[in-house]
């Protein structure tokens, strides 16, 4: 009886072994973590760099405490994004976070760790993407817009400074975008009218001499604008996504087609500090939508990333 109850026992063993793959399988399965390719450096001080990437392990050692990846596997990269040719109050830098999940295949393993998402978390320490950059830094006199637009207006919201969330791939990807600060105040300001008008005027200008009778009327609503009452001149700048080379008029606030033009606000940072005091931070999700692994584990980073403990992060 002995060697048969043992035969039997080893199909068993066998039959869970060679149990087939499914998404409900993998979708269970505990997942890990993973370190990436490390990004490129680049014009950061040496002492500035090794508290910098001091603050992105402890950061990635707390994540981690607190959150266990189910379903998928966290290939966590450091990040430091610093252009050439810009004076930098703090350096930016970030902790990026792919989530890759497990499929099933026809290996002998039965699975593997897909090789791209479009599914990442960032937490980003002195700089913002959202989804033009802004930096710790004033703004470059070249820069060819002369600001950089939102196209949410920022609001107070769970704690933290929401800046909108925006679709793409035909609404299948999600983008989300948080500030947090000290206190109410933002690394950055939104122009007035009279400001936009002032900055985009030259640009235009420019273009009368390839075609005068086009352009011409856009210059005549500037100019018209320009002599609007103080009181409407000093009023926040919502301007026509479509207006790229051109002026037909403001919008009103929540226009769905509304940006907000904005540039660094620099009297937000504490003077004195070295490069690597984080001064702001932003988080941003991005993440494939209805999918129930992608969901669960960002509802899980959501939890992790609580913006109270993000907000005692930042210099004091």
């Keep these: 009886m002995k060697p048969i109850f043992f035969l039997m026992l080893l199909a068993s063993f066998k039959t869970v072994l060679t149990q087939p793959c499914t998404a409900e399988l993998m979708a269970a399965r505990p997942g890990s973590w993973k370190a990436g390719i490390q990004g490129s450096i680049n014009n950061i001080a040496a002492a500035d760099l090794t508290k910098e990437r001091s603050f992105l392990q402890n950061l ?15 290939n966590y990269s450091t990040v430091w994004s610093k252009r050439d040719k810009q004076e930098y109050v703090a350096d930016p830098f970030c902790l990026s976070m792919y989530l890759l999940r497990y499929l099933c295949d026809d290996s002998p393993k039965g699975f593997y760790v897909e090789y791209s998402s479009a599914t990442n978390v960032m937490v980003l320490a002195n700089h913002l993407y959202n989804p033009e950059i802004l930096d710790a830094a004033p703004q470059q006199p070249d820069h060819f817009r002369g600001f950089v637009r939102l196209f949410n207006k920022p609001e107070k919201k769970d704690g933290a400074i929401y800046m909108g969330t925006h679709f793409t791939n035909n609404g299948r990807i999600c983008e ?10 933002l690394p950055f300001r939104v122009l007035t009218r009279k400001e936009y008008l002032l900055r985009i005027r030259p640009r235009l200008e420019k273009k009368l001499q390839y075609d005068r009778e086009y352009m011409q009327q856009f210059m005549d609503n500037i100019d018209k604008s320009l002599r609007e009452p103080e009181p409407e001149l000093a009023k926040m700048a919502v301007c026509n996504s479509f207006d790229e080379e051109r002026f037909t008029g ?31 931070i932003s ?34």
């Design 250 to 280: 403001f919008l009103p606030e929540g226009d769905p087609y509304a940006f907000y033009p904005v540039v660094p606000e620099m009297n937000y940072y504490r003077k004195g500090l070295p490069k690597s005091a984080v001064q702001f």
């Design 176 to 185: 989300e975008n948080w500030v947090i600060t000290r206190g109410d105040s």
């Design 283 to 316: 988080v941003q999700f991005k993440y494939s939508i209805n999918d129930p692994v992608f969901d669960k584990n960002i509802a899980s980073l959501r939890k992790a990333l609580d913006f109270s403990y993000l907000r005692s992060l930042l210099v004091k």
């Design 60 to 74: 990635q050692k707390r994540i981690s405490s607190v959150y266990s990846p189910l379903g998928l596997e966290v």
